[in-house]
């Protein structure tokens, strides 16, 4: 029997598909939200900047995301150069703030998917330094 991923290999470059983009889909669509998870927090804010390894590539612009309790405490971002299998996995980082009470927390991560460079595939290797702060409520 072939395998699933070797059919998927044994494809084009092109038509691979994504299983982690997938996978971050199905993920996304079954958080829960904020409020639900975590009742005592009043709002996430969590701050993106995008840097490249290569100085010649423009960095992605930088971002600020402002979440409130209605909204779905999910925290894996795709990789704002969409390339394959690219992805910014903060939910752990989040989940851990979170539950010892922490208010504050950054650090840096690296995309590792795959982009197209001129002559052929290139580990992406984006560098993201993120800022996340976490407001409580004060009445809990
Ligand atoms: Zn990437």
């Known amino acids: 029997m072939t395998s699933l991923r070797g059919c998927i290999t044994a ?7 994504d ?8 993920r996304q669509s079954k958080a829960p939200l904020i409020k639900d998870e975590w009742p005592h927090v009043a ?10 390894a290569l100085l010649f590539v423009p960095n992605p612009d930088a971002k ?15 990789c704002p150069l969409d390339c394959f299998q690219g992805e910014f996995e903060l939910t752990n980082a989040v989940y851990s703030m979170i539950k010892s009470g922490e208010v504050e927390r950054s650090g840096e991560l ?31």
């Not at 494809?11 to 691979?16: F, H, I, T, Y």
């Not at 299983?19 to 199905?26: A, G, Q, V």
């Not at 996430?44 to 490249?52: G, K, N």
């Not at 590792?112 to 984006?126: A, D, F, Q, V, Y």
């Open 11 to 17: 494809r084009k470059r092109k038509q691979r598909v």
């Open 19 to 26: 299983f982690r983009r997938l996978w971050r889909w199905e």
């Open 43 to 52: 709002k996430l804010i969590l701050e993106f900047e995008y840097q490249h």
């Open 64 to 78: 600020t995301i402002e979440l409130t309790p209605n909204e779905q405490a999910f925290f894996d971002y795709g």
């Open 110 to 140: 690296v995309c590792h998917g795959e982009r197209m460079g001129s002559g052929g595939p290139i580990n992406c290797g984006l560098i993201m330094t993120y800022k996340v702060k976490v407001e409580y409520k004060t009445d809990t």
